[in-house]
């Protein structure tokens, strides 16, 4: 089974994609992890992406294509594999199609893991931390006893800079930009299966195992 999964920061991507590994015995792959196992082992290909990334530049499309084959030509991807964060745009989704074409391994399907803006924000802006003992509190899930004020330690709780309301629509407004380009590409190719991504975690599960016509 290859997969694309796509879905905003907060969508909770993480937990269906690790539901999906055991599932399909398949791995994640994501362009940061290839990046640094190829940096750390020092191959040509890690050198040539650590220039760029050094510089502060974006590692150019060739070079992550040709990184995610080498990856996706190994042993642990036999069953397939979940592609995260890539592509992120038309032209690398194309070059990866492409490519995949090539070695006879095309995407099966693409899943789109949706949440409603307005509950990724809820879920995210009502997370306060302790910036003393690091206990963590949320408005709604878990509220604490004097209301700003760590049960722990008694130190006024604080929102972090990526759990603010603004940031997170700003997130996701990004995101949202990239990737309906995406999803309207792979609609193109049938490939899409929505999966609304509001509930618990066992109930998001069977949903994408039923769009994905597993029992
Ligand atoms: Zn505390």
Known sequence: MRLILLGAPGAGKGTQAEMLMKLYNIPTIS????????????????QEAKKYMDEGKLVPDELVLELVKDRIVQKDCENGMILDGFPRTIPQAKALDAMLEEIGKPIDSVLDVEVPDEVIIERMAGRTVCPSCGASYHKLFKVETVLGICNECSTHLIQREDDKEETVKKRLEVYHAQTKPLIDHYQQQDKVLVIDGVGTVDEVRARVKKALGVN
């Open 31 to 46: 362009t940061g992890n290839i990046f640094r196992e190829h940096i750390s082992k020092n191959t040509e290909l890690g």
